[in-house]
């Protein structure tokens, strides 16, 4: 298409502006203003243009002028780049035959660029969420802007848990181009397993089978944040705000994200994305939801208090080691919009002849630009461990900015391993404190991080039954157990022994502690474009890779 221009007013004042393959450009046409005060939009980024003066806020209205036009578009806000605002702009053409073009060519043009768009969505809001306030953002703060922007939208209000998750495995979904949440984590990981499960039925592949390649979905996925955690979204957006949620959702942007399947011998548990933790972060969750009345402050009470424990668990880890010409958990970079080593995973993937990922699960890895073959290798470490943590992203948090493992990539095919073996309270408090500050949390010599590809644990002792461990203790290890946490007073105030911590899957306590874990590339895909930002985060503190 060739570039459309002509002057029109802004608030009275006369800019040429310009509309070429790209952008929508307008800039001052006196001759006192200087070139920088060009303003650009990136098509990509244009909302909606309607005729007229339009508002959407607080109501709609629109004031039909003849010669008026309003041009909806993303604006990053002034102190946070990640945080996007709906913004508009109104233009007056010199008649309106001349704002008739506008409007088509703007229109024709957002058209062009946004084949990604979603045209019909299909949205669950669980009334429940975020203390109760999932449906108030939505209909007072998105539905305006999905309205806006034209996508026709399907709406349930959730009755009971899992229903979104059934819905999305029964029900034909073959209108919808997307399916969003409005509400936590909890939603989100519901939607997750629907599409995955589906995906997989109509592959026919089973869920059962660890060593299965899965079937990755076709619908992305939108979270609106409404809950009261929504680490996916600040992991995956870089901030929790709903109308930038909106925004990404509307302009069709997609992230792909790896997930890990979690089995128990030949039996399916859960998929997660963001945190599969064992020993601390274990116990912090099954002791919280005992006080779910407590509502979010119960993570810092149970935090609180499974720190003073200061438990630790014996078993045996074997992890997969990715492939060596690939990143690393501590080489100080961040995965960031267009990130260059998930860019990679995305074309292995794309080209058959060397899908790289088909190659793991036999056991080898063709690391890129090389020709030489990586053998992913098995290695074990058996001991006391105080927590034992894999990660597919940053899990980055308001919280912890930099998240669980700040360098994890999104979608590169696999997953950051944190090792803590155990040690005294104040050492573990310096590995806690270190997710809140600038200084390296795996800089410690009870600490180790590796990027893997899999995971399996066996506790100590072993159990074909894990339920009936403690009646069945060894007597060494039962002595040893009841000498680590009797021996304190502390621990003896906090709760009594314990042989065997519980793994939190994204959120959820697992009934197994004998778990396999395998991390599958780009499983899934969100309405989402990474955190945008540098890619390589400067720190005073540089340490190299171990
Ligand atoms: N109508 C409903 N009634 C009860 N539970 C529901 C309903 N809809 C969804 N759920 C369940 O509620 C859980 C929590 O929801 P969600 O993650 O949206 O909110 P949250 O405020 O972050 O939750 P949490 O209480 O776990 O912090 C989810 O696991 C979901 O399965």
Redesign the pocket.
């Known amino acids: 298409m060739d570039p459309f221009h002509s002057y029109l007013k802004i608030k009275k004042k006369m800019y040429s502006a310009i509309l070429n393959g790209r952008s929508f450009k307008w800039t001052r046409t006196h001759k006192r203003e200087r070139p920088e005060s060009i303003e650009t939009i990136p098509l990509v980024e244009i909302i909606a243009v309607q005729k007229g003066l339009v508002e959407i806020v607080p109501c709609k209205k629109i004031i039909n002028t003849p010669n008026d036009f309003t041009v909806f578009f993303v604006k990053r806000a002034p102190k946070c780049q990640q945080r996007w605002i709906l913004d508009k702009m109104v233009f007056t053409a010199e008649d309106s035959n001349l704002r008739d073009q506008w409007v088509s060519q703007l229109s024709q043009r957002i058209e062009q660029h946004g084949q990604q768009r979603p045209q019909r969505l299909l949205v669950f809001i669980?009334?429940?969420?975020?203390?109760g306030k999932?449906r108030k953002i939505y209909y007072s703060r998105i539905a305006q802007l999905f309205e806006l922007a034209g996508i026709n939208v399907h709406v349930l209000e959730?009755?009971?848990?899992?229903?979104?998750r059934d819905y999305i495995l029964q029900k034909d979904l073959s209108s919808f181009d997307g399916v969003v949440?409005v509400?936590?984590?909890?939603?989100?990981?519901?939607l997750m397993h629907g599409l995955i499960g589906r995906s997989q039925r109509e592959a026919c592949i089973s869920e059962d089978d660890p060593e299965a390649t899965l079937q990755g979905c076709s619908l992305r996925i939108g979270i609106i944040p409404?809950?009261?955690?929504?680490c996916v979204c600040f992991a995956t957006v870089g901030v929790n705000d709903p109308i930038t949620s909106a925004l990404h959702i509307i302009v069709g942007d997609s992230q792909p994200l790896d997930v890990c399947a979690v089995h128990h011998k030949k039996q399916f548990i859960k998929y997660s994305v963001s945190m599969v933790g064992y020993g601390f972060y274990g116990d912090v969750l099954s002791d919280s939801d005992k006080h779910?009345w407590m509502g979010?402050i119960r993570y810092d009470y149970s935090g609180f208090k499974v720190f003073l424990q200061n438990r630790s668990y014996q078993g045996i880890i074997e992890y997969q080691l990715a492939g060596t010409g690939q990143s690393n958990p501590r080489d100080n970079t961040r995965c960031r919009t267009g990130c260059m080593v998930c860019s990679e995973s995305t074309e292995r993937l794309c080209s058959p002849e060397e899908n790289a990922f088909d190659n793991v699960s036999q056991g080898s890895y063709k690391s890129q630009g090389s020709d030489e073959e990586v053998i992913d290798e098995w290695h074990s470490a058996e001991g006391t461990f105080k927590a034992i943590n894999m990660t597919c992203m940053s899990s980055a948090c308001p919280k912890s900015p930099d998240g669980l493992s700040p360098c994890a990539h999104l979608a590169d095919g696999t997953a950051d391993l944190i090792i803590v073996r155990k040690c005294s309270r104040v050492s573990f408090l310096r590995h806690l404190f270190r997710h809140t500050n600038q200084k390296d949390q795996f800089d410690l010599p009870f600490v180790d991080v590796f990027r893997v590809k899999a995971l399996k644990f066996t506790p100590i002792p072993q159990d074909d039954d894990d339920e009936s461990l403690e009646s069945t203790l060894p007597v060494h290890l039962e002595y040893e157990s009841v000498e680590q946490t009797k021996s304190s007073f502390l621990a003896r105030l906090c709760g009594g022994p314990s042989m065997r911590s519980k793994w939190n899957c994204d959120?959820e306590v697992m009934p197994h502690a004998a778990i396999n874990v395998r991390v599958h590339s780009q499983l899934i895909k969100l309405f989402a474009r990474g955190i945008e930002g540098p890619c390589i985060k400067r720190r005073e503190s540089w340490m190299p890779y171990r």
Not at 159 to 164: D, G, I, L, W
Not at 183 to 190: A, H, L, R, V
Not at 226 to 230: F, H, K, Q
């Open positions: 669980n009334p429940f969420g975020g203390r999932a959730t009755e009971r848990a899992n229903q979104a949440c509400g936590g984590d909890g939603m989100f990981s519901e409404a809950g009261s955690t929504n779910r979010p959120g």
